[in-house]
């Protein structure tokens, strides 16, 4: 990476240390004569705003997992690198300790200041053969019912073959990145960060119909509730964002067109964090 002259900051206001470590950081590259913008994570708005304000060099993440999240469905379809600094509990993708988040920094552009691509999904709401709505995303879209206690009849597609036929809470489509999230607590396998690859892992699945399947990244699963009775249902992405989903509608899912540029740990720290967080 070339001179850092545009910082993004985005912050978690749930977060108690995250507006003293904003104000620290802003105060860091204002100095340096770089402009500096900031975000509250805590607002899809971020999204819109982010772009407004033209191309940014690097995105802080003051927050947990979840804060990247955002910050990543802001960012990287401009192409902006993130930098994570873990204010949560889990810090798989949010790794950098707030203490050490300049060493961190100096050490990182001292090495050249390359940023590692990750795998982006794109989820669409399919309706009438046509995109409704939906969003990019870096963790998983998940199609799962609205009623209590509702369970879905569900069919995944993947070109004219039927990838997978079950009776369950939902069905997620996870990328690498969220292979470790949701995915995991439903019985999905962990992916290592630097695969491109799709997880497509039934939630609660009733029988013997629900073995999750790896797919290579190049592949689209559709997602429809089967049978004459079909019910609430929507599709949620990384866990945050929800659209309802009507009768007769599908979900697609399939690999975005740009990655999620990230600062990351090494290999070794990332299966190190794996044993000791799960």
Same mark, same amino acid.
């Given at each position: 990476m070339n001179d850092v002259t545009r910082i993004a900051i985005v912050c978690n206001p749930r977060k108690e240390a995250a507006g003293g470590l904003a104000e620290r950081i802003r105060e860091r590259f204002e100095g340096e004569g770089a402009r500096v913008g900031l975000f509250d994570s805590s607002e899809e708005a971020?999204?819109?705003e982010s772009r407004a304000g033209g191309e940014w060099h690097l995105a802080f993440s003051l927050g947990g997992d979840g804060t990247v999240l955002r910050t990543a469905r802001a960012f990287a379809p401009g192409g902006t690198a993130l930098f994570p600094v873990n204010l949560g509990?889990?810090?798989?993708?949010?790794?950098?300790?707030p203490a050490q988040w300049e060493a961190c920094y100096d050490a990182w552009r001292a090495a050249g200041g390359a940023a590692a691509s990750r795998m982006m999904l794109e989820a669409r709401v399919l309706r009438d053969g046509a995109r409704a709505e939906?969003?990019?995303c870096l963790?998983?879209?998940?199609?799962?019912?609205?009623? &209590? !206690?509702?369970?879905l009849d569900l069919r995944a597609r993947v070109q004219d073959a039927v990838l997978s036929k079950c009776r369950a809470d939902g069905l997620i489509v996870a990328g690498p990145a969220g292979s470790t999230?949701?995915?995991l607590s439903a019985g999905g396998p962990v992916l290592d960060p630097a695969l491109e690859a799709l997880a497509v892992?039934?939630?609660c699945p009733f029988g013997k119909r629900g073995a999750p399947i790896l797919l290579p990244a190049g592949l689209e699963v559709t997602v429809e509730q089967?049978?004459?009775?079909?019910?609430a249902a929507s599709l949620v992405?990384?866990?945050?964002?929800?659209?309802?989903?009507? &009768? !007769?509608?599908?979900?697609?899912?399939?690999?975005a067109p740009f990655p999620c540029r990230i600062v990351t740990q090494s290999r070794g720290d990332f299966y190190k964090a794996l044993e000791e967080k799960l």
């Open positions: 971020v999204v819109p509990k889990v810090g798989f993708l949010a790794w950098v300790p939906g969003a990019y963790n998983e879209a998940a199609v799962v019912g609205t009623g &209590p !206690g509702r369970i999230a949701w995915a892992v039934p939630i089967t049978g004459d009775k079909q019910q992405v990384d866990g945050q964002l929800s659209f309802p989903l009507r &009768p !007769g509608d599908k979900v697609s899912v399939r690999r």
